[in-house]
């Protein structure tokens, strides 16, 4: 059996050379996971404060697709900067 410390590695990273890895993907790419984050907190509070109490006031029905909207408001601006 031959030493692995001998063996050199071939894989070797290269990034496309058309689309480099900068930070403004890095950050392009936190703020589209944050967005969806946001989305999926907006569509679990629009199902659960329907599925809630029956006499509610219009926010109820309000507030879940506000905070969905903004989620996905989020992650289309972190989909530009990637």
């Known amino acids: 059996m031959s030493d692995p410390a001998a063996v050199p590695l071939a894989a070797v990273f290269t990034p496309n050379p058309d689309h480099p890895v900068t930070w403004t993907g890095m950050f ?9 984050g946001i989305v999926v907190l907006g569509v679990t509070l629009s199902v659960v404060l329907v599925r809630g109490i029956q006499d509610r006031k219009w926010g109820g029905y309000v507030i879940g697709p506000v905070i969905t909207m903004i989620g996905l408001a989020v992650s289309y ?5 990637l």
């Not at 392009?28 to 969806?36: K, N």
């Open 28 to 36: 392009g790419l936190l703020i589209l996971i944050v967005g969806v």
């Open 77 to 81: 601006g972190g989909v530009q900067l």
